[in-house]
């Protein structure tokens, strides 16, 4: 063996070593841009929140359909989907999350106030959303 040279053994660990560090980054890095994900998500939500405080416009919609499934640890989760048409024809569908104590409020078939942004209503919420945001944006 010349001086250098690693014995095959050795080399067989270090390529062991190599792939789980590999592995380890590659997991590392997925939840890492999970995460990063979810926070743009949730800044997202929160800016579009802030222009539907400050430009939204109101109209009606009615609630379509409530339902329950189940979540981690087997929580039961809630279910909203509420319909509307925007001043230029196009009808809006969206589903949203609730809590329990929030499905309580709601019925299918009710009438439900929406805010929208004119130039882009897709961007829309329940009134009660918009104005818990602009509860917290004015403390």
């Given at each position: 063996?010349?001086?250098?040279?690693?014995?095959?053994c050795?080399?067989?660990?270090?390529?062991?070593?190599?792939?789980?560090?590999?592995?380890?980054?590659?997991?590392?890095?997925?939840?890492?841009?999970?995460?990063?994900?979810?926070?743009?998500?949730?800044?997202?939500?929160?800016?579009?929140?802030r222009?539907?405080?400050?430009?939204?416009?109101?109209?009606?919609?009615?609630?379509?359909?409530?339902?329950?499934?189940?979540?981690?640890?087997?929580?039961?989760?809630?279910?909203?989907?509420?319909?509307?048409?925007?001043?230029?024809?196009?009808?809006?569908?969206?589903?949203?999350?609730?809590?329990?104590?929030?499905?309580?409020?709601?019925?299918?078939?009710?009438?439900?106030?929406?805010?929208?942004?004119?130039?882009?209503?897709?961007?829309?919420?329940?009134?009660t959303?918009?104005?818990?945001?602009?509860?917290?944006?004015?403390?």
């Amino acid at each position: 063996m010349v001086d250098g040279d690693l014995h095959p053994c050795r080399l067989a660990r270090i390529a062991r070593l190599t792939a789980t560090v590999r592995a380890m980054f590659s997991v590392l890095a997925g939840i890492f841009l999970i995460t990063l994900g979810w926070i743009a998500s949730f800044v997202w939500r929160g800016l579009q929140l802030r222009k539907l405080v400050e430009s939204g416009v109101p109209t009606q919609g009615t609630v379509e359909r409530i339902w329950s499934y189940s979540g981690a640890a087997s929580v039961r989760n809630f279910r909203l989907r509420y319909a509307f048409h925007a001043p230029d024809g196009q009808r809006y569908s969206p589903a949203i999350s609730i809590t329990a104590g929030e499905k309580t409020h709601y019925r299918e078939g009710q009438s439900v106030e929406i805010i929208y942004l004119p130039e882009k209503p897709g961007v829309n919420a329940l009134s009660t959303l918009v104005d818990q945001a602009r509860q917290a944006l004015n403390k």
